[in-house]
C-alpha cells in the first residue's frame, strides 16, 4: 500500500510571497489532515477534512492560509502572503475514517523557509 | 483544551539498554486515547504504540510497552533492548473520543540518542 504523497520536499521563499503544497493520501482515506511543525515542537493541527468537507479549521489563520480537498482525495494547502514564522515543516496524514481508533498515517513533511 | 507536556527535551540510551520517557497530559475527558509516535531523522512520522484510557492494561507492542496511570494523568513510554534504529524524536499525543476531538494534540517531544 502507498504512502502519503507530498510534494515539493523542500521549499525556500521570501516574505509575502505565495507557496502552495499538495498532499496525495492513502487510498480509499476519508479522512485528511495537515499539520503545521514548528521546530523544537509538536505538530499543530491546521485543518481536517472529512471527504471534502472541513471539519476542523478553528486553527487555520484563515487570513492568509487556506486549503481545499477537491473530489475527495488530493488536498492543496496554500499561504498568501507568507510571512518568517511560517516556517516550519507541514505535515500531511490520513486515515480511514475520522473515529478515534483509525490510525493517522503521516506523510513525509514539506519543510518550508521563509526569508 | 487538552494539553501534553513531555518534561524531557532529549533523552541517551546506551544500547541493549532500557529507557523511559515521559508524558503527562491534561484533560477533563474521561475517555480518550493516548500515542507514541516517532519520528526519526528527515523521514515520516510513525505510531509506535497506543493506549485506550477505558482499559487498565497497559499496551505493549514488541519492545514498546507504557505505563498508563489515568488518575495521575501519566503516560511514559519504556523501550527495553534499545537499538540505534530507535533514535528518533519520539512524541506523545492525545486525541478526544468524539465530535471535532479526534485531532492529535502533541507534545513538544523528546529527543533520544543511541549510544553504540
Known amino acids: 500500500e502507498a504512502g502519503v504523497a507530498q510534494s515539493p520536499r523542500y521549499k525556500i521563499i521570501e516574505k509575502r510571497q505565495s507557496v502552495a503544497f499538495w498532499c496525495n493520501p492513502i487510498?480509499?482515506?476519508?479522512?485528511l489532515y495537515w499539520y503545521q511543525q514548528i521546530l523544537g515542537q509538536g505538530p499543530k493541527l491546521l485543518i481536517q477534512f472529512q471527504n471534502n468537507g472541513v471539519v476542523d479549521d478553528s486553527q487555520l489563520p484563515k487570513d492568509r492560509f487556506s486549503a481545499e480537498r477537491l473530489k475527495g482525495v488530493d488536498s492543496t494547502l496554500k499561504i498568501q502572503p507568507a510571512k518568517l514564522e511560517d516556517s516550519a515543516v507541514y505535515l500531511c496524514?490520513?486515515?480511514?475514517?475520522?473515529?478515534?481508533?483509525?490510525?493517522?498515517?503521516f506523510g513525509p513533511g514539506t519543510r518550508l523557509t521563509v526569508l | 483544551a487538552q494539553t501534553v507536556t513531555q518534561s524531557q527535551p532529549e533523552m541517551s540510551v546506551q544500547e541493549a539498554e532500557t529507557v523511559t520517557l515521559s508524558c503527562t497530559y491534561d484533560t477533563s475527558e474521561s475517555d480518550y486515547y493516548l500515542f507514541w509516535y516517532k519520528q526519526p531523522p528527515s523521514r515520516q512520522m510513525i505510531l509506535v504504540i497506543r493506549q485506550e484510557a477505558y482499559k487498565q492494561q497497559n499496551a505493549t507492542e514488541n519492545r514498546f510497552s507504557v505505563n498508563f496511570q489515568k488518575a495521575a494523568k501519566s503516560f511514559s513510554l519504556k523501550i527495553s533492548d534499545s537499538q540505534l534504529g530507535d533514535a528518533a524524536m519520539y512524541f506523545c499525543a492525545y486525541r478526544g473520543s468524539g465530535g471535532s476531538n479526534y485531532k492529535l494534540t502533541f507534545g513538544k517531544g523528546t529527543l533520544l540518542t543511541v549510544n553504540p
Open positions: 496524514a490520513s486515515s480511514r475514517l475520522a473515529g478515534s481508533y483509525n490510525e493517522q498515517f
Open positions: 487510498s480509499g482515506h476519508a479522512t
